[in-house]
């Protein structure tokens, strides 16, 4: 009898604490991922599977979610008590042709603690399955088209850099395109022909010098010859 009053009296002090203490307020905890889109391709569905990896865990509302072309999902997993509860987060990979599907898997941790209030609080942590490492921005598949139709819009300083490569082929081009083979060469021809021309012009005033300097001294030494006999004569004839 004296134990059953000092337990209700304890019940009244705690104001129920102790009761409650077996029965938290539940809590969803929302484990999100993304599905990118793949240009090219229309009218195609991903599978995004979520599976816990003990028993013991609670199982989400739903194993498979399925993503038309691309988008967001999120998995809803009901929380009754504080743990830490981990999950693998996948694709299926499917059978479509032309498509290259994502292998990547994630682990999902989900760490659950309690207030004094019997209030459930929860937090998400995701790592690459069978490492710590996290990725930057969460849970993402990236499928491809494998038949090379996904491209991707080059960046402003790409579409620069290509146009400034174009402009520069183009100029090279119409550089060559303005130098005709056939002109260079006559114009070549016609600096030979003028240095040709000058040099034979040079030899030519050369060659009449001279002969002018060799008609110069002949006429001079003819000239001595007429003075030379005509002096003899008029000796001759001043001895006769």
Request: aromatic fraction near 8%; proline fraction near 3%; hydrophobic fraction near 35%.
């Amino acid at each position: 009898m004296a134990f059953l009053i000092v337990l209700g009296l304890l019940c009244i002090f705690w104001n129920g604490n102790v009761l409650r203490a077996f029965n938290y307020d539940e809590v969803k905890a929302r484990i999100t991922f993304v599905c990118q889109k793949i240009d090219g391709l229309k009218n195609n569905s991903y599978q995004i599977c979520i599976k816990p990896e003990s028993g013991s865990n609670p199982v989400p509302d739903k194993d498979t979610i399925v993503i038309d072309g691309s988008g967001n999902g999120e998995f809803l997993i009901t929380l009754t008590e504080p743990g830490t509860y981990d999950y693998l987060l996948f694709q299926k990979k499917g059978s479509e042709k032309g498509i290259t599907y994502d292998d990547a898997e994630y682990e999902v941790h989900v760490f659950v603690t309690s207030d004094d209030n019997g209030k459930l609080n929860y937090s998400v942590t995701v790592t690459y399955a069978n490492s710590d490492m996290k990725p930057t921005e969460g849970a993402e598949f990236k499928n491809e088209d494998s038949n090379g139709s996904n491209t991707q819009e080059p960046s402003t300083q790409q579409r620069t850099t290509e146009q400034d490569v174009s402009e520069e082929t183009t100029e090279e081009k119409t550089t060559e395109e303005d130098v005709d083979p056939a002109k260079v060469t006559k114009k070549k021809i016609l600096t030979e022909d003028k240095a040709l021309i000058l040099f034979m012009g040079i030899m030519v005033v050369m060659s009449l010098a001279g002969i002018a300097v060799v008609v110069r001294a002949k006429i001079k030494e003819a000239v001595n010859y007429s003075n030379i006999d005509i002096n003899t004569d008029k000796e001759g004839e001043a001895k006769d």
